[in-house]
């Protein structure tokens, strides 16, 4: 029987054009997915499954000469991707994103559900990394 992992996640990434007023595309990852020949498969760098990688999807939402806002919506199923094989896998990737130049991450939250385990969401940090949100035990 086949476990799930399901994703589903938004960053705010912010540039500055400090030398130059223009902007470079963004791509913080390859996809693949299930039908793709064995060489699209082999540039995939972003968390997978055994039939397909998450799904990047970057939206442009404000723009001047000199900055730039571009929301990054992540989602997907993974299948085969268990919590105990795998579960700092995503996170260790967004730790690690190769973001464009003079650019940062603003703002970001991801829900990650293990089939396997339980629902985890975390958020970005302003010291630069993702946190889990912990759950608070109700003492009532």
Known sequence: MSI????????ILEEIAYSSPSFQPINIGNEAQFEDDEDIWNQCDIPSGSEGSLYLRYSETFKTKSQRYTNITI????????YKNQKDTIINWL?????????????????????????H????????????????????
């Open 75 to 82: 989602t997907g199923s993974l299948r085969d991707f268990s």
């Open 95 to 119: 730790n690690n994103l190769k973001l464009p130049n003079n650019s940062f991450i603003r703002d970001g939250i991801i829900s990650i559900e293990f089939e396997d385990e339980t629902k």
């Open 121 to 140: 969401i975390y958020y970005y940090d302003i010291n630069k990394k993702w946190i889990e949100f912990k759950k608070e035990k109700n003492d009532n």
């Open 4 to 11: 799930w992992t399901h994703v589903n996640g938004n960053i």
